[in-house]
């Protein structure tokens, strides 16, 4: 696969589509199986609570996951990401109340690159905090 936007027809400041993602208690521990990570913050409401958290949390490798989708989704091909970090600024928590957390994720152009790159911010909050900071892409396409 390759990217499905050409590079002509992006600008800095073009804005990707937001998106939405839901976390909740089940999500976490799917998570959990397929990463291997079984931490006890991520699924245990009394353990989280004892070493000073809120709530359970979600994995930060999760979180961060979820916010690159609006790249990926945006460029059409998971491969054309050549470059990604985040900082963790603050824990996605998720109560368990069956609705649990919600992600929102928005994304613009911010900069055009060499060799048909552009860099892509990233901005991701849960319950009105940022909980990605320094959320940066670089992304080849066509």
Excluded at 103 to 132: I, Y
Aim: a negative charge.
């Amino acid at each position: 696969m390759t990217a499905k936007i050409a590079y002509q027809d992006v600008e800095v400041g073009t804005e990707l589509p937001a998106q939405s993602f839901p976390v909740t208690r089940a999500t976490l521990v799917q998570y959990a199986g397929a990463s291997g990570d079984f931490n006890p913050i991520h699924w245990n409401e009394k353990f989280a609570k004892e070493v000073g958290l809120p709530d359970v949390i979600a994995h930060g490798m999760f979180t961060m996951a979820e916010a690159i989708r609006v790249v990926t989704d945006w460029a059409g091909d998971p491969a054309a990401v050549v470059e990604y970090g985040v900082r963790f600024t603050k824990p996605v928590v998720v109560p368990n109340d069956g609705t649990g957390a919600l992600v929102e994720v928005g994304a613009k152009v911010a900069a055009l690159l060499e060799d048909n790159c552009v860099r892509v911010d990233l901005t991701a909050t849960c319950a009105g905090q940022k909980v990605l900071g320094m959320s940066r892409a670089v992304v080849r396409l066509a």
